[in-house]
Each structure stands twice: as structure tokens, then as C-alpha cells.
């Protein structure tokens, strides 16, 4: 018998008015022009490979403190022709401490690990700055 693998569940409720609530409470997501569904995605890329790396970091006992940038555009993708999300660009800044031996390895953990951009049918392109160093 296999063993079955870890799930996670997920809620949030919009009223009517276009509110945003999570199940875990917390401050509500008001509905504004400005905050397009898009957008939202792009935060939850950008919140998820930080918390990606920081979970990886943490088991390494290095402390991290830094900054996500996502940019995403949405066109007819060649496939299917439907909207989507055809190219995302993630830059992330990153203090390091102390320096990990092996920082594309943490890095890569980071990105393979966040689960909203292994959900996305474009695949994020990331570019990482740590410690004062963009990586190539």
C-alpha cells in the first residue's frame, strides 16, 4: 500500500460588493480597479517563491530577507487562441545570511517548489539577485 501524499486546501470567499476573504482570516482584498485578478496572480508567484525559498533557506539555517518583482503579459496563446498568461518575469533580490555553498541549489529548490508557478502553463522566468550579485 502507498502512502498517500500530503494535500493542502485552500479557501476564499467573494461577496457581492467583489470583497476578498481567506478562510484563515486576516485582512480582506477590496474589490478596486487597480488589483485586477491578474495581478493577484502575479503576487501569489511572486509571495510563493519567496516562501519557497525561505522554507528551503530555513533548513540550511540561513536567515533571508529580500524583495519579488513579477511582470506577466496576457495575450492569445498560439495553442488554443484563449487569453492566458503567455510570458512572466519574476526578479528577485536577496540578502542571504550567512551565504549558503551552494546557492543555485537553493535557488532551484525555490523555483521548483512554488506551486503556483509549477501551476502555470507559462513558465515563470526568474532572475535572481543575491548578496549583491545578479546570477547568471
Known sequence: MSARAKSF???VSLDREGTARSA?????IAHEDEW?????????LARCTLTSLRYHARRGQIEV?????????VAPRDTDGRYAFIRIKVALDMTLSPAPRDVRELISKAE?????GASLTAKPRYRWTVNGEELQ
Not at 24 to 28: C, F
Not at 65 to 73: K, M
Open 9 to 11: 486546501e485552500y479557501a
Open 24 to 28: 484563515e482570516g486576516g485582512s480582506p
Open 36 to 44: 485586477t485578478p491578474e495581478h493577484l496572480v502575479l503576487a501569489g
Open 65 to 73: 530577507e529580500g524583495s519579488a518583482d513579477a511582470r506577466g503579459e
Open 112 to 116: 521548483r517548489d512554488c506551486f503556483v
